[in-house]
């Protein structure tokens, strides 16, 4: 294949391909440095205005009348998001569900986006077909076992949104206008799925220590009439907290009630044999929810639903003979169409295929065992300080905390929310915030498994001298 003529700007892929993109990549790469030196933090200083500012004065001009280049637009612009980015692979960036990915998955990442194959269609992305069906054939066997007679498989989504929302349509296909119960600890999406599929609004059981209450469970599942699916939680987004999946599985099994588990958060323990048994009943779900840009290590997206009986998956079949001719498939051209809500979308499944063959189990397993090791260690150092109140034991990578007297009228919640604030506009730490028990409370999710015990500890200092400084608390002397 010959290069584009004078006045063409080539292309990502074949032959040319990786010629073109290697001087690219490197000024991609020189960028990338030179923004996050240029940050020098976790975050951007100066908060959403200035944040702001900056974008404006850099990109003058939107759409240009005159290009001004490949090199000089991916300089300034991977410049810019990269010196106003949030860097999840800072040790102080440590707010939310949002893990560094592993320079292997985003380098496999690079190489999807060049082919830049479609799973819509066999003919459009014939290797990735197969290997999408045979990866998630594997991860709907890490959750539901290799046993005779198990014949599990999942789907890739964008993330737990989509996976949830996917479980909640299934569920409908096939029994009727079914009655979502969702604890009082259910991830978001939950609701908004079942509002966006017509069904009726979700019963909240409640969720009094942070996790679903099996005793008001077994009553609303005896009280209310009709097909009902049963939603859990294995790792909440405010405490990453399990929900009792086997008592909950049993109560299914006893009112006939479908079962799903969001497992978002929590199913990378499905990598860890010190952790995995913290899952039991995950198997006895009918769909799972997975998301491995969160305990995955991948870039954004990385989801996947679980569904223990394929046949499950018949709703989604659609026919467009463009895509999916019926006599192309009865000649054996794979049909993919079945395989999404989506049309067009990415190979994301080549970058969660690297990973485990670059890591493989134990590579995996280690990473997860990492980080939970290190929320254990931070609780320590929150439990053995004395300006500061742990909420508990950390289940996962999550950890809550908040000053022990907080000194104000309502409690100390003005103050946290405002420390909060501060440390994000000043750029210096990114911590989440959640409300248990009636309180606020500061919340740590630690995902980078290379965090320091120095790192931690800096955290907690940063936090507290900004708490004295602001003489929103008092009586603590910083250490």
Not at 343 to 368: C, N, Q, S, Y
């Amino acid at each position: 294949m010959s290069s584009p003529p004078p006045g063409r700007h080539p292309l990502a892929g074949g032959v040319t391909g990786p010629d073109a993109l290697r001087p690219l990549l490197h000024t991609v790469l020189g960028a990338l440095g030179e923004g996050a030196a240029a940050r020098g933090g976790p975050l951007p200083h100066g908060g959403p205005e200035s944040v702001e500012r900056q974008v404006g004065k850099t990109l003058d001009a939107v759409l240009p009348e005159q290009g001004l280049g490949a090199e000089e637009a991916l300089r300034t612009l991977v410049t810019l998001m990269a010196a106003g980015a949030a860097d999840p692979a800072d040790p102080l960036c440590a707010a939310h569900l949002h893990a560094p990915p592993l320079a292997v998955a985003a380098a496999a990442d690079l190489a999807a986006s060049a082919l830049n194959p479609s799973l819509d269609s066999w003919d459009q992305a014939p290797a990735a077909s197969a290997l999408e069906a045979l990866v998630t054939r594997a991860l709907a066997h890490e959750v539901y076992g290799t046993d005779a007679g198990v014949a599990a498989d999942a789907l890739t989504t964008t993330g737990g949104t989509e996976a949830n929302q996917l479980a909640l349509l299934l569920a409908r296909e096939l029994h009727g206008p079914v009655q979502v119960l969702a604890g009082a600890n259910a991830h978001h999406s939950l609701h908004r799925a079942a509002w966006l599929l017509g069904l009726p609004d979700p019963v909240t059981i409640p969720a009094p220590s942070g996790l679903l209450d099996p005793a008001a469970l077994d009553e609303a599942l005896t009280e209310l009439p009709g097909p009902k699916l049963v939603t859990a939680t294995a790792g909440t987004t405010d405490a990453g907290l399990i929900d009792p999946l086997d008592e909950i599985a049993d109560l299914c099994a006893q009112h006939g009630a479908r079962l799903h588990i969001d497992a978002a958060y929590g199913g990378g323990l499905l990598f860890s044999g010190t952790h995995r048994p913290k899952l039991q009943g995950l198997e006895r779900a009918h769909t799972v929810t997975l998301d491995l840009h969160k305990l995955g290590w991948q870039p954004v997206a990385a989801g996947f639903l679980a569904v223990r009986d394929p046949e499950d998956l018949r709703p989604l079949g659609h026919r467009a003979d463009y895509l999916n001719a019926e006599d192309d498939t009865e000649a054996g051209l794979p049909d993919l169409l079945g395989r999404s809500l989506r049309t067009t979308r990415r190979p994301d499944i080549l970058k969660t295929a690297v990973t485990w063959r670059a890591l493989g189990r134990e590579g995996m397993g280690a990473l997860v065992d990492q980080v939970c090791a290190l929320a254990q260690e931070f609780a320590d150092g929150i439990e053995a300080h004395p300006g500061f109140e742990l909420y508990d034991r950390p289940t996962l990578t999550t950890v809550l905390f908040r000053p022990r007297d907080a000194g104000s009228a309502d409690g100390g919640d003005s103050a946290l929310a405002y420390v909060r604030r501060k440390l994000l506009t000043d750029g210096r730490a990114v911590l989440g915030r959640a409300r248990l028990d009636g309180r606020l409370w500061l919340k740590a999710t630690l995902l980078n498994p290379y965090t320091s015990s120095g790192e931690l500890a800096a955290l907690l200092h940063l936090v507290e001298t900004h708490l004295v400084e602001t003489h929103l608390v008092e009586g603590h002397t910083p250490r």
